[in-house]
């Protein structure tokens, strides 16, 4: 029988090869046109409302964990109706052909009462909450930073509402949503 200690060579020859494996990465990226839900390859990103967020649009969220205890995001977007403003969220579910499959806004310390209204839950420390406005080309940048890191497969999705003044749409109409590529 071979002492315990034999085994003691190979785990240090191996140590190189674990420190080759692959390191979650600080930041995130998930890029993708506009599609509709019904298309043939689930989309990473959909338009519930092509009048304001067309097929074939275009969508680029960054999300940067690089400080302790923090995150910011930033989405960009090109050809969506111009000269507007869209509120976006962190949701909780993945985006689906239903607007509502995306879930409630994602919660840092989430409300016991469903839907939040409670300001001391729906506010924009304890969830993400940004402001985007597009120029005249439909084309626009928004940036955002809290406190906290959403829990693993807790934010899986990013949404566009209609914002005012919509057209046909109610200002909370969600319009698109975007899956979120998630690393740990």
Avoid at 82 to 104: E, I, K, M, N, Q
Avoid at 112 to 141: C, F, I, K, M, Q
Avoid at 167 to 180: I, M, P, S, T
Wanted: proline share 11%; hydrophobic share 45%; aromatic share 6%.
């Amino acid at each position: 029988m071979p002492a315990p200690l034999a085994a003691a060579p190979f785990a240090a020859a191996l140590l190189p090869f674990a420190l080759l494996a692959p390191v979650a990465l600080p930041a995130t990226v998930t890029e993708a046109d506009f599609d509709p839900a019904t298309a043939f390859v689930p989309p990473t990103a959909i338009s519930h409302a092509p009048d304001l967020v067309p097929y074939g649009s275009h969508v680029r969220v960054v999300t940067d964990r690089s400080l302790p205890g923090r995150t910011v995001l930033t989405v960009s977007v090109t050809g969506v109706a111009a000269d507007h403003v869209f509120p976006v969220h962190l949701h909780t579910a993945a985006c689906g052909a239903d607007p509502a499959a995306s879930g409630p806004h994602y919660q840092d310390a989430v409300d016991p009462v469903s839907p939040s209204t409670d300001p001391a839950y729906a506010n924009d420390r304890n969830e993400l909450w940004l402001t985007l406005r597009t120029d005249a080309r439909g084309a626009g940048t928004a940036a955002a930073a809290v406190a906290w890191r959403p829990r693993p497969d807790g934010a899986r999705s990013l949404v566009l509402h209609a914002g005012d003044p919509a057209g046909a749409h109610g200002a909370a109409d969600r319009v698109a949503c975007v899956n979120l590529r998630e690393k740990r």
